[in-house]
T-cell receptor, first 114, second 116 residues
């Protein structure tokens, strides 16, 4: 079955440093989504990438979708304490059999030290 | 956010109990999902419903029984659970389902389940 691997599992940064998490799929994806889960909270949708090589920005967050549509990354510039949480990528398998099923990566837990 | 609500928020049950988790979405969505989130594991999809029809059962043990009476409500009936079933159970909804595309999902706050 489809597997989505996410690294690193943990990342500790000082406030102001940059942060990147990477997502790799064993199969080609039709699209990839990113979610953020604050401690004690629930996943909240951040963005969706659909096109090969797509890059999207949300303020200090930059999302990329690989040319082969098998990998993606989330980069945060100048982290703030409000960025603390777990960041998940979630991919949907290309091929028309998934019925929108998302396979989640295991997440990257980001800690930001003030 | 109150788009997707879940009750109860916390539940402690013995292995011989029967209980139900409830999810309600107020977004006019047509698809609903149950996920299990355990410590240090990825979100595990359990069930998917589209327009009240189950379209996915992700090899979930029969001690978990879903019910979707209408497109706004989703239940998860629990019976004879095991301690390893202790986890956060998340409900989500999306605009719909597509063979070729996945819509963004809106999650509820979850039910923290402890099986003793």
């Amino acid at each position: 079955g489809q597997q989505v691997m996410q690294i690193p599992q943990y990342q500790h940064v000082q406030e102001g440093e940059d942060f990147t998490t990477y997502c790799n799929s064993s199969t080609t994806l039709s699209n990839i989504q990113w979610y953020k889960q604050r401690p004690g909270g629930h996943p909240v949708f951040l963005i969706q990438l659909v096109k090969s090589g797509e890059v999207k920005k949300q303020k200090r967050l930059t999302f990329q979708f690989g040319e082969a549509k098998k990998n993606s990354s989330l980069h945060i510039t100048a982290t703030q304490t409000t960025d603390v949480g777990t960041y998940f990528c979630a991919g949907s398998n290309a091929g028309g059999t998934s019925y929108g099923k998302l396979t989640f990566g295991q997440g990257t837990i980001l800690t930001v030290h003030p | 956010e109150t788009g997707v609500t879940q009750t109860p928020r916390h539940l402690v049950m013995g292995m011989t109990n029967k209980k139900s988790l409830k999810c309600e979405q107020h977004l006019g969505h047509n698809a609903m999902y149950w996920y299990k989130q355990s410590a240090k594991k990825p979100l595990e999809l359990m069930f998917v419903y589209s327009l009240e029809e189950r379209v996915e059962n992700n090899s979930v043990p029969s001690r978990f029984s879903p019910e979707c009476p209408n497109s706004s409500h989703l239940f998860l009936h629990l019976h004879t659970l095991q301690p390893e079933d202790s986890a956060l159970y998340l409900c989500a909804s999306s605009q719909g389902l597509s063979e070729w595309f996945s819509y963004e999902q809106y999650f509820g706050p979850g039910t923290r389940l402890t099986v003793t």
